[in-house]
Every structure is written in C-alpha cells, then in structure tokens.
C-alpha cells in the first residue's frame, strides 16, 4: 500500500477515544478550577472560553460591576458559565479576599492565569509616578497577589499550573513604555523563580508573550501605524484573542508537566529571542 492510501486508511478509522474536545488530547485532561485575571477584556474573554469549553470552571475578577454583569450575561447567551469575583488585582487584601471565595465556592484553584492588566505609556520624561505605579501595581504586583494566595491550595491538591501573560514589549522593549516593559519582564523573572520553587511540586509556572493582538487598543491606532507594524511582523497579520488562549490551553494541559520556567512568544515572528 503507498503512503497516500495508507494515510487514507488511518483516517478512516474510527475514533474510539469517548470524547474530543476542542483542542484538548483525547481524555487526558481532568476538569479543574481556573482563575483567570481580567477575563472580561479582549484575550481574557478568549482565554475563558477556551479554557470553558475544555471542560474547565471559569472564574474571573472584574473591577467595572457593569462591563462585567453584561458581559456575564451575552456568554451565557452562548452557552458559557463563568463565576465572577469582584476584586483589583493590584490589592493585596482584595486578591487573598477573593481567592478564598473562589475556593470556598468552586474548589482549590489549580490553574491561574495572570492575564490582567493595562498600559499608561509616556516617554520617561514625562512619566508621573502615578503612570509607573498603576503599570507595576496592575501588571506586576498583580502576579504576586494572586499567585501568593492560591499557591497553598495548588501545593496541597499536587497540581498547578501558573500562566503569566506578559508581551512582546516586556522582551524587547518599546518607546514610551518603561513602565510596562518593566513590568512585563519582571514577570518573567518571577515565572523562572516560581517555577524552581515549585518544579517538584507538579506545580509548572510560565510565561506567554503575545505580540500585537488584533484588539480595540491596536484597531484604533492609525492605518498608517497599523500597517508599519503589520509589515514587520513575518506572518503577516496581527495576532487573535484565541492565538494567545490556544498557548494557554496547550500550557494547562496535564500532558505539559514537562515545560515550566519558559517563555512562550505568540508574536507571528515578530520577535525572536
Ligand atoms: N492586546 C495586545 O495587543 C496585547 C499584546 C501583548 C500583551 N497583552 C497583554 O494581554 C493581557 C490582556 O490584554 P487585553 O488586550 O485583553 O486587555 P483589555 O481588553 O484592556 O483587558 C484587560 C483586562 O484586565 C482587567 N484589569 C486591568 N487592571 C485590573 C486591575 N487592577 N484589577 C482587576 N482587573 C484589571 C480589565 O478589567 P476592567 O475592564 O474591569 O478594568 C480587563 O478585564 C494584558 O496583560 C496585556 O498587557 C496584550
């Protein structure tokens, strides 16, 4: 038989596994309780959703009460269940508060996924103190916050897995964000430290670095920028939403116990390291 029809056959075949999730391997992965950091916005909301329909329980914070009830409510239209948390993951207080409800309500935590936070660019000259304090309190003190409260509970179960989401910029630098690149590369020393700590522990700590994401804040930057920063990019085209969630399932899995303390860059190519 030639490659071809031999190919041919073994697709053919049937599928005995029970189940085939989206993107999951085949049965291999129990469902657990993930808390991930402002779900609400672009990539969060991909990142939950991915994780949902992997057979996951969804909890996330919000700080904007509205934003997150709507938000709630036009998913369930699609058939998800997410549990929302009301806390700002740059409060220590708040983050060790809405840890324990997440565990009181849904079970001990196995998953965290760091992924809020936000930009307040300026070149450093004209940065305000309150510009680099609320990029370090939101992006990086955040990981701290979070990680610090639900550690316990992963330690005692057996299992975790700690994804940070830092960015293209916390690898390369970018022009009027020192606050942010910062902040991003510090959560990737934090990932690598983490991950030595934990690593016997069937606790693996990483790190995803998104490059440009096609997302509110990128689409309304002027055409003209837009396209510049699309021609450096090797694939062509901005980054989605759920290139950035299929890392994190892929991360998540129980079948990648053996990757921790690395940075995973989804930029098209637009950095390598
Ligand atoms: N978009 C990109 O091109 C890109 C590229 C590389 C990396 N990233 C990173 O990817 C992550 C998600 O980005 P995104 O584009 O999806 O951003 P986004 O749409 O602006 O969403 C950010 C989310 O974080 C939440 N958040 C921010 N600060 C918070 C705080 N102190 N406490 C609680 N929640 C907070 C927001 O909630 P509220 O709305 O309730 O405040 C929102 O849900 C960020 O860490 C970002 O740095 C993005």
Request: net charge neutral.
């Amino acid at each position: 038989m030639n490659t071809q029809a031999k190919a041919k056959e073994i697709f053919q075949q049937p599928v005995t596994t029970s189940v085939i999730r989206d993107g999951a391997p085949q049965g291999e992965t129990a469902p657990r309780v993930v808390l991930v950091t402002g779900g609400t916005g672009a990539i969060g909301t991909e990142i939950c959703k991915k994780l949902a329909r992997l057979g996951h329980i969804v909890a996330t914070t919000y700080r904007n009460e509205d934003k997150a009830k709507a938000w709630q409510e036009a998913l369930k239209k699609e058939g998800y269940t997410f549990h929302l948390y009301k806390c700002d993951v740059s409060d220590f207080d708040a983050c060790q508060n809405a840890v324990k409800n997440v565990i009181q309500d849904l079970g001990p935590i196995q998953i965290i996924v760091n992924n809020a936070g936000i930009t307040r660019d300026a070149t450093l000259r004209k940065m305000s103190h309150e510009q680099w304090r609320d990029v370090l309190t939101s992006n990086l003190d955040s990981v701290f916050n979070v990680t610090r409260a639900a550690l316990n509970g992963m330690l005692d179960t057996g299992f975790g897995r700690v994804i940070n989401i830092s960015s293209i910029n916390g690898q390369k630098g970018q022009f009027g964000q020192s606050n942010y690149a910062a902040a991003k590369a510090g959560m990737h020393g934090f990932t690598k430290a983490l991950a030595q700590e934990v690593a016997s522990k069937g606790i693996t700590v990483n790190t995803v670095s998104p490059g440009y994401v096609e997302t509110d804040m990128i689409m309304a930057v002027p055409e003209k920028v837009r396209a510049s920063i699309k021609s450096q990019i090797p694939v062509g085209r901005f980054g989605t939403p759920e290139d950035v969630a299929h890392v994190v399932a892929f991360l998540i899995d129980d079948a990648s116990g053996f990757i921790t303390g690395a940075n995973i860059a989804a930029n098209g190519g637009h950095f390598m390291d």
